[in-house]
């Protein structure tokens, strides 16, 4: 089976342009992560949709960030305008159950979208 | 304080050599626990679960301490191929915001 596949695999921009990475998840997973990690600050959590329907989005950092899930297989994370300090690496992530106590299940990572912006 | 601490390391120990990590955790709420291997410059993939009566899994042993709030992992006979990044993990009851410590850079040398 296919895993969750992020493009673009690297990007380097210019600040004040727009960013827009791509997710599809594993399919048959009906929830998506969206994580960030940074030297600094690790990995964490910007938003999770579970059915397409944004559940958490309070990781997001500011209004620049945007995210969307228009059907089940895919998800877009925007970034507009991007500045410097978003250069990271962004991971998106898909499970069937959720990381919840119940589920002692896991989440699969896509190889990650390598973002620099100058 | 963060919520899930990690020694970051460096850990340099020879093949053969038997390892410990251990991670501490602040909310006592927490209810399902991982631990994660980091290759570099990739992403993370589950090493094991970490069950509260303890749990093996070759060579990898992992324990949960719920009073200390703590969780360790153990690598007997170290391999070159255990070189890695191993990341923490921790869910609160009923929700999906795992959270993911900054991890404890494992190199193991010939």
């Known amino acids: 089976d296919a895993g969750v596949i992020q493009s673009p695999r690297h990007e380097v921009t210019e600040m004040g342009q727009e960013v827009t990475l791509r997710c599809k998840p594993i399919?048959?997973?009906?929830?998506l992560f969206w994580y960030r990690q940074t030297m600094m600050r690790g990995l964490e959590l910007l938003i999770y949709?579970?059915?397409?329907?944004?559940?958490?989005d309070s990781g997001m950092p500011e209004d620049r960030f945007s995210a969307k899930m228009p059907n089940a297989s895919f998800s877009t994370l925007k970034i507009q305008p991007s500045e410097p300090r978003d250069s990271a690496v962004y991971f998106c992530?898909?499970?069937?159950?959720?990381?919840?106590?119940?589920?002692?299940?896991?989440?699969?990572f896509g190889e990650g979208s390598w973002l620099t912006v100058v | 304080r963060k919520e899930v601490e990690q020694d970051p390391g460096p850990f340099n120990v020879p093949e053969g050599a038997t390892v410990a990590f251990n991670c501490t955790y602040s909310?006592?709420?927490?209810?399902?626990f991982f631990w994660y291997r980091q290759d570099c410059r990739k992403e993370p993939k589950l090493l094991m679960s970490?069950?509260?009566s303890g749990n093996e899994d070759g060579r990898f042993t992992a324990q949960l301490n719920r009073a200390s709030q703590y969780i360790s992992l153990l690598i007997r006979d170290s391999k070159l191929s255990d070189s890695a990044t191993y990341l923490c993990?921790?869910?609160?009851?009923?929700?999906?915001?795992?959270?993911f410590g900054a991890g404890t850079r494992l190199t193991v040398k010939p």
């Open positions: 909310n006592s709420a927490s209810q399902s």
């Open positions: 993990v921790v869910t609160p009851y009923n929700n999906n915001d795992m959270r």
């Open positions: 992530a898909s499970s069937t159950t959720g990381t919840g106590w119940t589920s002692g299940n896991t989440i699969y």
């Open positions: 949709f579970n059915n397409n329907v944004p559940i958490d």
């Open positions: 399919s048959g997973h009906d929830y």
């Open positions: 970490v069950y509260s």
